[in-house]
């Protein structure tokens, strides 16, 4: 059982499924109090929520479309009108489509920009600006390892998740002492909607250490980051060796994947 008093409170975006869910998990089982944002995975989260609260934790759950202005910037102060003020945030909600720099759209751009980019820096200004002024706290940026080992694929994506560890770092120092900005990087960790389990699993068995990233290991390496307080400005690629580039060869169609 899940201890009955939770005593600081955490913002998890896209914690309803897959790496979200994984941190969600990880930090309700550490005392978190935990808010999982959603879009379109409503019944996933209440089903999340739910499971933490038998369990003995605390969560609630809150809607917000990060390609929207408005219920972006609106998303910090509705949580903490529940839960009360937030100790950390993590910044974990993504949009992931594939596109080239030849068939790259206005929309694939807007939309990978908004919502990888664009969000997290609104919601970090609203997190680092609730009161008191002087409330230390954490932010955490759930990126990609491919920002240290670009490809030519998924170029929109690719630009948004690569200005997010320059935010990341950028932040990092502009709210030193008073709040940690850091990240993690994971590689292949679960399939995505354009793969197979084989593709998948020829994809992690091509990384130097052969072996897919659990979610479980994310959220291990969320909870260490936020109890690590000399730690600032730092990513952790959780990917099997994949930014290193030793990666056997795949042909053009896995790279689509």
Same mark, same amino acid.
């Given at each position: 059982?899940?201890?009955?008093?939770?005593?600081?409170?955490?913002?998890?975006?896209?914690?309803?499924?897959?790496?979200?869910?994984?941190?969600?998990?990880?930090?309700?089982?550490?005392?978190?109090?935990?808010?999982?944002?959603?879009?379109?995975?409503?019944?996933?989260?209440?089903?999340?929520?739910?499971?933490?609260?038998?369990?003995?934790?605390?969560?609630?759950?809150?809607?917000?479309?990060?390609?929207?202005?408005? /219920? +972006?910037? @609106?998303?910090? *102060?509705?949580? &903490?009108?529940?839960?009360?003020? %937030?100790? =950390?945030?993590?910044?974990?909600?993504?949009?992931?489509?594939?596109?080239?720099? /030849? +068939?790259? @759209?206005?929309? *694939?751009?807007? &939309?990978?920009?908004?919502?990888? %980019?664009? =969000?997290?820096?609104?919601?970090?200004?609203?997190?680092?600006?609730?009161?008191?002024?002087?409330?230390?706290?954490?932010?955490?940026?759930i990126i990609d390892q491919r920002v240290w080992n670009?490809?030519?694929?998924?170029?929109?994506?690719?630009?948004?998740?690569?200005?997010?560890?320059?935010?990341?770092?950028?932040?990092?120092?502009?709210?030193?002492?008073?709040?940690?900005?850091?990240?993690?990087?994971?590689?292949?960790t679960l399939p995505s909607s354009r793969q197979t389990?084989?593709?998948?699993?020829?994809?992690?068995?091509?990384?130097?250490?052969?072996?897919?990233?659990?979610?479980?290991?994310?959220?291990?390496?969320?909870?260490?980051?936020?109890?690590?307080?000399?730690?600032?400005?730092?990513?952790?690629?959780?990917?099997?060796?994949?930014?290193?580039?030793?990666?056997?060869?795949?042909?053009?169609?896995?790279?689509?994947?």
């Amino acid at each position: 059982m899940l201890p009955t008093k939770p005593h600081r409170t955490v913002l998890i975006t896209g914690g309803a499924r897959r790496i979200g869910r994984a941190i969600v998990l990880a930090l309700a089982e550490r005392r978190w109090t935990v808010a999982i944002h959603y879009n379109h995975s409503g019944n996933d989260a209440d089903r999340l929520a739910a499971d933490i609260a038998i369990a003995g934790g605390q969560a609630d759950v809150f809607k917000a479309d990060l390609a929207s202005e408005e /219920e +972006t910037g @609106s998303l910090i *102060s509705r949580v &903490i009108a529940k839960v009360g003020p %937030l100790d =950390a945030l993590i910044n974990n909600a993504s949009v992931f489509e594939y596109d080239t720099p /030849e +068939t790259a @759209s206005r929309e *694939s751009w807007d &939309i990978h920009m908004q919502v990888n %980019l664009r =969000a997290p820096f609104v919601l970090t200004q609203a997190f680092a600006a609730q009161p008191p002024s002087a409330r230390e706290g954490n932010v955490i940026n759930i990126i990609d390892q491919r920002v240290w080992n670009l490809t030519s694929q998924f170029t929109s994506y690719t630009l948004s998740k690569s200005a997010l560890w320059t935010l990341t770092q950028t932040l990092a120092l502009a709210l030193a002492p008073r709040i940690r900005v850091n990240a993690i990087g994971p590689g292949p960790t679960l399939p995505s909607s354009r793969q197979t389990e084989e593709s998948f699993r020829r994809q992690w068995a091509s990384l130097p250490l052969e072996r897919r990233v659990s979610p479980e290991e994310i959220g291990e390496a969320a909870s260490f980051i936020l109890d690590a307080p000399s730690m600032t400005g730092q990513m952790i690629a959780l990917d099997g060796g994949e930014h290193l580039g030793r990666r056997r060869r795949r042909d053009d169609a896995e790279s689509r994947e």
